[in-house]
């Protein structure tokens, strides 16, 4: 079973910068993209950026030219930056890992964005 470790979540003020980290228990290269989900309270879980194997990036419109997504192949461990944040990007952020038809999934880490 893959573990996926989430950190970095926290109280952010709007306009502020965060980072997460997701380290996985085996390496990255093992899986076919790797990504970030955010669910807001009272909302469906959504994709926030991925990074696939290649390295190809894709981000929701939403957060685009905000957060960057990417991979430290040394420390196993991928990373989304993210910049300007906004009120509505508050929420639990989920690490995902897919490797053929197979998901999984951090334990999630909080992230709210307020004065």
């Known amino acids: 079973q893959v573990q996926l470790v989430e950190s970095g979540g926290g109280l952010v003020q709007p306009g502020g910068s965060l980072r997460l980290s997701c380290a996985p228990s085996?390496?990255?290269?093992?899986?076919?993209?790797m990504g970030w989900y955010r669910q807001a309270p009272g909302k469906q879980r959504e994709l926030v950026a991925r990074?696939?194997?290649?390295?190809?990036?894709d981000y929701a419109d939403t957060v685009k030219a905000r957060f960057t997504i990417s991979r430290d192949n040394a420390e196993n461990t991928m990373y989304l930056q993210r910049n300007s944040l906004r009120t509505e990007d508050t929420g639990v952020y989920y690490c995902n890992a897919n490797v053929l038809s197979r998901n999984f999934w951090g334990q999630g880490t909080q992230v709210t964005v307020s004065s």
């Open positions: 085996e390496s990255i290269f093992n899986f076919n993209a």
């Open positions: 990074i696939n194997v290649g390295g190809r990036t």
